[in-house]
Structures are given as structure tokens and as C-alpha cells.
């Protein structure tokens, strides 16, 4: 800036770089106030879970088998009526565990696909009510032998390569396929 200053040779010219000068330093100025204002909007505007409603009794004709490992032997299944996404971008379901026993275990929960988290939110009856689980909190997916079908779902068919499947009907269409078949 001073280079070109001393170039000029009349005071015109000179005026005309100061004028020049102090307007390039005003729009660096503002651009970064922009940025840093949108920044601290993005910031200040924290998660928020909606409150979900518990689903309908389970359905047993609306059960969508899905692979979890071959290392249990117990069958896992998402009852493809409850499956929603939330605006707060849950995608809530009902996972129905069925043990090479028998025993059936049916559960509401939540993945968070953003922070790889899930949540149990209720159990399953046997007369088709729920009851609100006690240990609710949000928890870190990890991927273990033991719960691996919340990896399963979380990777494979919910929030497959960091993002979300869009609705219900892609992610009953994710379970059907294997998988989020994706272009």
C-alpha cells in the first residue's frame, strides 16, 4: 500500500489510493464481523430433541428382518409402521430381539445420526402397551459384539456414510434392500 502511495504524483492520484485503501480495509473489516456473526448464530442455536410420542402396539405384519452379525444367533426386526424422522433429526423405531430361544424383546428408541448416539426411550408389553425406560439418556453407538445392532442400524441402515436416511419410506426401503442403496 505504501508502494503504491509513494507512486502517485499528485495529490489527486494520492487521495484516490487512501480512498481506495481505506474501503478495501472497511470491506475486510465487515466480511469478517459477517463471518463471525454467523458463526456465533450457528453456535448459540443448541440441539434440541423434540418430544416423541410413543408408537402403536407392535405390529407383527409390518416386521423388517435386518442383518446384524453372524456371530448371535438371536433375529433382529424393526416394525417398518413406527419408523419416523424427526425435524430434530432422530430417527425413532421399534427393534423387536428375538433370542434362539424365543424370548422376544421389544424396545422404542432413537438413533441421533450427527452424534452417533441413541437413546431407549421404552419397552414393549405383551398386551401391546409401553413402559417408559428409566435409563434414557443419550449413549455413544460403539461398535461391540454385545448391542450390535444398534452399529448395524446406525452404519448400515439409518445413517449410512454421515448422513440420514430422509424419511420412514427410505429407511423401510434401506432395511428391505440390505442397506442404503445410495447412487
Not at 487512501?18 to 442455536?45: M, P, Q, R, T
Not at 414393549?124 to 460403539?142: E, L, P, Y
Amino acid at each position: 500500500m505504501a508502494d503504491l502511495f509513494a507512486s502517485c504524483t499528485s495529490p489527486w492520484q494520492q487521495a484516490r489510493a487512501l480512498v481506495v485503501g481505506l474501503l478495501a480495509c472497511c470491506a475486510l473489516v465487515s466480511a469478517a464481523a459477517a463471518a463471525e456473526s454467523f458463526e456465533n448464530d450457528y453456535e448459540e442455536k443448541p440441539w434440541e430433541e423434540i418430544e416423541p410420542a410413543l408408537p402403536a402396539a407392535l405390529n407383527p405384519d409390518a416386521l423388517i428382518p435386518f442383518y446384524v452379525s453372524a456371530v448371535t444367533e438371536n433375529r433382529f426386526f424393526v416394525d417398518g409402521d413406527s419408523i419416523s424422522v424427526g425435524a430434530d433429526g432422530v430417527v425413532r423405531y421399534t427393534l423387536v430381539v428375538v433370542s434362539a430361544t424365543g424370548a422376544r424383546n421389544v424396545s422404542y428408541e432413537g438413533i441421533r445420526c450427527d452424534s452417533a448416539e441413541r437413546r431407549l426411550y421404552a419397552f414393549g408389553r405383551a398386551d401391546g402397551s409401553w413402559s417408559k425406560a428409566r435409563g434414557n439418556a443419550w449413549v455413544k453407538i460403539q461398535n461391540s459384539t454385545f448391542n450390535r445392532q444398534h452399529v448395524a442400524l446406525f452404519a448400515e441402515y439409518f445413517c449410512p456414510v454421515g448422513s440420514r436416511v430422509a424419511d420412514a419410506d427410505e429407511a423401510r426401503r434401506a432395511l428391505r434392500a440390505g442397506g442404503v442403496q445410495r447412487p
